[in-house]
């Protein structure tokens, strides 16, 4: 009974951005609050059904966590649109095409502000203790899920965020049939993997939104880890992608596999 509150939990959630971020995108004319009102939103979404699948994670496995968590990213990245959640993906997008930086701060403030957001209905929910599983989760008591010294944990986010973003970026350029899933499972994996180490996070929104403040590790060491390392990840993987030998090595590894 409990995995299928769970379940209902995160759908409706997933289902409620959807129709808030269709209004919002019929409802505003101006370009740069439209993009800040949907990346809080599209925060606020993840970050709240993440809370959810810690509680999934908790009760019933990291495997069955990763299946959530692969479905909720192919659904993410055909919901989403132009919004992203994610800090980096605005700092590539200023690194490549030059974007606005004032409106690239804005953007990522408002994913912050969504993500932090996220946990006020989340625990009203939690304290409805509509399952076994949610009894006593809706108190402002966290452990972090840095399980390594600071350096590991951040050398695990900055690697396997780079990792995550060279796929993406091989995946986008060749699209293959599947596209989608096969990022989607990636992502995941590289997730399960670094779930007993940083808790593999690779998104300083959703680790700030999820860990922020909460016991076993300082805010400085927080930053330290699932903000610089993540996006230090993101950089290095645009500097590797610039490498001509290195892009057209990937791009001929996923096309023989996709073939």
């Not at 409802?27 to 993440?50: F, H, N, R, T």
């Not at 990763?66 to 993906?89: D, E, N, R």
């Not at 008591?141 to 350096?151: F, K, Y």
Request: aromatic share 10%.
């Amino acid at each position: 009974m409990s995995i299928v509150v769970s379940s209902l939990t995160i759908a409706t959630q997933l289902a409620l951005s959807h129709v808030i971020r269709g209004r919002l995108s019929d409802m505003i004319q101006s370009q740069l609050l439209k993009g800040c009102l949907l990346e809080l939103v599209a925060a606020a979404e993840m970050c709240g059904a993440c809370y959810e699948l810690i509680i999934v994670a908790d009760n019933y496995g990291v495997y069955c966590y990763g299946v959530y968590l692969f479905l909720m990213t192919i659904w993410w990245g055909q919901s989403w649109g132009t919004a992203t959640a994610c800090p980096y993906s605005l700092i590539e997008e200023y690194v490549e095409e030059g974007t606005n930086p004032v409106h690239v701060v804005l953007k990522i403030l408002s994913q912050v502000v969504g993500g932090l957001a996220s946990f006020r209905w989340v625990k009203r929910l939690w304290m409805m203790e509509l399952a076994a599983t949610h009894m006593g989760r809706g108190i402002d008591d966290c452990t972090a899920d840095l399980q390594v010294p600071v350096i590991i944990g951040f050398i695990v986010e900055c690697l396997l965020t780079c990792a995550c973003r060279l796929v993406s970026r091989a995946l986008g350029l060749i699209e293959p049939k599947f596209a989608s899933a096969i990022d989607s499972f990636f992502a995941t994996s590289m997730v399960i993997l670094a779930f007993d180490y940083s808790g593999g996070y690779f998104n300083p929104v959703l680790a700030t939104g999820l860990k922020w403040s909460c016991s076993g590790h300082t805010n400085t060491e927080h930053i330290l880890v699932y903000w610089a390392g993540s996006i230090l990840g993101s950089l290095l993987s645009l500097r590797i992608w610039s490498i001509p030998t290195v892009r057209s090595k990937m791009i001929d590894t996923f096309k023989s596999k996709t073939e």
